[in-house]
């Protein structure tokens, strides 16, 4: 289903009055008024559906290939294959003002080995660094397990953290299967969610600072890792609740 939305205004004093060609998918039908950022993945210009910031890309590193999703087309990237986004946060992505974060990843063609490598599928850059990734090997032969690992590190005075799944837990992630990621922030408090299930909440040892993250680019996708693909990318102006959260996974394609 196609539908046309019209948005009159987004958060933080800017107005916007047009008209936007969308698809309808859970992430829009239910929480349309709170977003700040929006890509479909549904066409192959690099920028932004929706944002309240700068909707052109930042920087494009390879090239923005798109592969049935799960609603519409969705972004291939990993083994050399596809693209990095990349966008400025201010507006589109305020830390450390509350917000949250969704979107739907599907393994295309994990070879599950012994030397699976790490695959990271968003990270947040400023003067730290926040980063989604599915964990395996490292570089020079560390070996950690598969899991999903949300990681909030390189801040001054805030020690590395991280939050993940059960160990291997990815490793019987099908190819092909979606899976729903999504992240809430507040000053002091991260959130993660897996298919609508909580993971282990970061709290950190003082409240981000606005200026730490204020010039701060954020990037979907990454060159390097196993085939991969990434649907539905939305950024809100505020938390998502773990019921809201448990609704929007719930919404998801039957098969």
């Not at 070879?111 to 730290?128: Q, T, V």
């Given at each position: 289903m196609i539908r046309i939305v019209t948005l009159l205004s987004f958060v933080l004093g800017q107005t916007l009055a047009a008209e936007y060609l969308l698809p309808s998918t859970p992430a829009l039908d239910l929480f349309s008024d709170d977003i700040v950022f929006y890509k479909s993945f549904d066409d192959e210009a690099p920028g932004a559906d929706m944002a309240v910031g700068e909707a052109?890309?930042?920087?494009?590193?390879?090239?923005?290939?798109?592969?049935?999703?799960?609603?519409?087309?969705?972004?291939?990237?990993?083994?050399?294959?596809?693209?990095?986004?990349?966008?400025?946060?201010?507006?589109?992505?305020?830390?450390?003002?509350?917000?949250?974060?969704?979107?739907?990843?599907?393994?295309?063609?994990?070879?599950?080995?012994?030397?699976?490598?790490?695959?990271?599928?968003?990270?947040?850059?400023?003067?730290?660094?926040?980063?989604?990734?599915?964990?395996?090997?490292?570089?020079?032969?560390?070996?950690?397990?598969?899991?999903?690992?949300?990681?909030?590190?390189g801040l001054p005075g805030i020690p590395n953290i991280t939050a993940s799944t059960a160990s291997d837990a990815t490793r019987g992630w099908r190819n092909g299967e979606w899976h729903l990621v999504v992240i809430t922030w507040r000053p002091s408090l991260l959130e993660g969610y897996i298919d609508g299930e909580a993971l282990p909440s970061i709290t950190l040892k003082r409240p981000i600072k606005a200026e730490e993250f204020a010039n701060g680019r954020c990037r979907i996708g990454v060159l390097k890792g196993e085939p991969t693909l990434l649907d539905d990318f939305v950024i809100f102006r505020r938390p998502l609740s773990a019921s809201e959260v448990a609704v929007l996974w719930s919404r998801r394609p039957k098969p």
């Open positions: 052109k890309a930042a920087k494009v590193n390879g090239k923005l290939r798109l592969k049935p999703g799960l609603w519409g087309r969705a972004m291939l990237f990993g083994d050399g294959e596809g693209a990095e986004l990349e966008f400025a946060m201010a507006g589109n992505m305020p830390v450390p003002r509350p917000g949250s974060l969704a979107f739907w990843i599907s393994p295309l063609e994990w070879k599950r080995g012994p030397d699976e490598p790490s695959i990271y599928f968003f990270l947040a850059h400023g003067a730290g660094v926040i980063c989604l990734q599915r964990q395996g090997e490292l570089e020079g032969g560390r070996r950690r397990h598969n899991c999903f690992v949300f990681t909030c590190h």
